[in-house]
Protein backbone atom coordinates (compact mmCIF):
# COMPACT_ATOMS: atom_id res chain seq x y z
CA UNK A 1 0.00 0.00 0.00
CA UNK A 2 1.41 3.61 -0.97
CA UNK A 3 -0.62 6.49 0.28
CA UNK A 4 0.10 9.62 -1.18
CA UNK A 5 -0.27 13.99 -0.58
CA UNK A 6 0.15 16.71 -2.66
CA UNK A 7 1.03 20.00 -1.71
CA UNK A 8 2.64 23.06 -2.70
CA UNK A 9 -0.42 24.63 -5.46
CA UNK A 10 -1.32 27.82 -5.41
CA UNK A 11 -2.01 31.10 -7.67
CA UNK A 12 0.45 32.27 -9.28
CA UNK A 13 0.57 35.07 -12.12
CA UNK A 14 1.63 33.92 -15.99
CA UNK A 15 5.36 33.39 -16.56
CA UNK A 16 6.00 32.50 -12.45
CA UNK A 17 6.84 29.13 -10.96
CA UNK A 18 5.61 26.41 -8.71
CA UNK A 19 6.98 23.55 -6.77
CA UNK A 20 4.80 20.84 -6.08
CA UNK A 21 5.19 17.81 -3.43
CA UNK A 22 3.95 14.59 -3.32
CA UNK A 23 4.90 12.65 0.01
CA UNK A 24 4.28 8.76 0.06
CA UNK A 25 3.79 6.32 2.68
CA UNK A 26 4.58 3.37 2.70
CA UNK A 27 8.23 1.33 2.60
CA UNK A 28 7.77 0.07 -0.79
CA UNK A 29 7.70 3.67 -2.34
CA UNK A 30 10.88 3.22 -4.22
CA UNK A 31 9.69 0.29 -6.08
CA UNK A 32 7.14 2.30 -8.26
CA UNK A 33 7.21 4.70 -10.92
CA UNK A 34 5.58 7.93 -10.34
CA UNK A 35 3.38 10.28 -12.13
CA UNK A 36 1.68 13.82 -12.43
CA UNK A 37 -1.10 13.92 -13.94
CA UNK A 38 -3.97 17.11 -14.28
CA UNK A 39 -7.51 18.08 -14.68
CA UNK A 40 -9.08 20.92 -15.43
CA UNK A 41 -12.72 21.20 -14.90
CA UNK A 42 -15.06 19.54 -17.21
CA UNK A 43 -11.99 17.84 -19.19
CA UNK A 44 -10.55 14.39 -18.76
CA UNK A 45 -7.04 13.21 -16.44
CA UNK A 46 -4.33 14.47 -18.59
CA UNK A 47 -0.90 13.30 -18.06
CA UNK A 48 1.87 15.38 -17.00
CA UNK A 49 4.72 13.57 -16.28
CA UNK A 50 6.70 10.30 -15.16
CA UNK A 51 9.65 9.05 -13.47
CA UNK A 52 11.20 5.64 -13.10
CA UNK A 53 11.57 3.66 -9.79
CA UNK A 54 15.57 4.88 -9.90
CA UNK A 55 14.81 7.94 -11.13
CA UNK A 56 17.05 6.97 -14.56
CA UNK A 57 14.24 7.95 -16.94
CA UNK A 58 11.50 10.72 -17.14
CA UNK A 59 8.90 11.50 -19.42
CA UNK A 60 6.62 14.69 -19.93
CA UNK A 61 3.84 15.36 -21.91
CA UNK A 62 4.18 17.73 -25.18
CA UNK A 63 2.47 20.54 -24.05
CA UNK A 64 5.26 20.85 -20.62
CA UNK A 65 8.49 19.91 -21.91
CA UNK A 66 11.37 22.29 -21.05
CA UNK A 67 8.81 23.69 -19.01
CA UNK A 68 8.15 21.03 -15.79
CA UNK A 69 10.79 18.82 -14.28
CA UNK A 70 9.71 15.69 -12.10
CA UNK A 71 12.59 14.31 -9.68
CA UNK A 72 12.33 12.12 -6.30
CA UNK A 73 14.09 11.97 -3.56
CA UNK A 74 13.42 8.03 -2.97
CA UNK A 75 14.90 8.54 0.75
CA UNK A 76 12.44 10.70 1.64
CA UNK A 77 9.92 9.28 -0.09
CA UNK A 78 8.97 12.50 -2.05
CA UNK A 79 8.22 13.12 -5.37
CA UNK A 80 8.31 16.35 -7.33
CA UNK A 81 7.21 18.68 -10.01
CA UNK A 82 9.10 21.90 -10.67
CA UNK A 83 6.64 23.80 -13.10
CA UNK A 84 8.51 27.22 -14.57
CA UNK A 85 6.69 29.35 -17.18
CA UNK A 86 3.67 28.72 -16.15
CA UNK A 87 0.35 29.55 -18.43
CA UNK A 88 -3.12 30.13 -17.49
CA UNK A 89 -3.48 26.75 -19.28
CA UNK A 90 -1.63 24.73 -17.08
CA UNK A 91 -4.39 25.70 -14.33
CA UNK A 92 -5.43 22.40 -13.31
CA UNK A 93 -5.70 19.97 -9.62
CA UNK A 94 -2.98 18.24 -10.17
CA UNK A 95 -2.66 14.57 -8.86
CA UNK A 96 0.30 12.24 -7.99
CA UNK A 97 0.04 8.46 -8.64
CA UNK A 98 2.15 5.73 -8.43
CA UNK A 99 2.94 2.99 -11.09
CA UNK A 100 3.90 -0.54 -10.41
CA UNK A 101 6.80 -1.88 -12.95
CA UNK A 102 5.70 -2.88 -16.13
CA UNK A 103 2.75 -0.81 -16.47
CA UNK A 104 2.07 1.87 -19.27
CA UNK A 105 2.84 4.91 -19.13
CA UNK A 106 0.37 7.73 -19.08
CA UNK A 107 -2.37 6.27 -18.72
CA UNK A 108 -4.74 6.93 -15.63
CA UNK A 109 -6.17 3.27 -15.75
CA UNK A 110 -2.01 2.01 -15.43
CA UNK A 111 -1.83 3.66 -11.91
CA UNK A 112 -2.32 2.26 -8.88
CA UNK A 113 -2.20 4.86 -6.10
CA UNK A 114 -3.06 8.22 -6.07
CA UNK A 115 -3.73 11.41 -3.77
CA UNK A 116 -5.96 13.90 -3.30
CA UNK A 117 -4.82 16.25 -5.40
CA UNK A 118 -3.18 20.14 -5.15
CA UNK A 119 -4.95 23.05 -7.34
CA UNK A 120 -2.74 25.14 -9.02
CA UNK A 121 -4.15 28.34 -10.76
CA UNK A 122 -2.46 30.88 -13.07
CA UNK A 123 -3.60 34.42 -13.93
CA UNK A 124 -2.82 36.02 -16.87
Known amino acids: QVQLVESGGGLVQAGGSLRLSCAAS????????MGWFRQAPGKDRDFVAD????????YYAESVKGRFTISRDNAKNTVFLQMNSLKPEDTAVYYC?????????????????WGQGTQVTVSS
Open 26 to 33: GRTFSKYA
Open 51 to 58: ITWSAGTT
Open 97 to 113: AARARGRVIGRTTQYDY
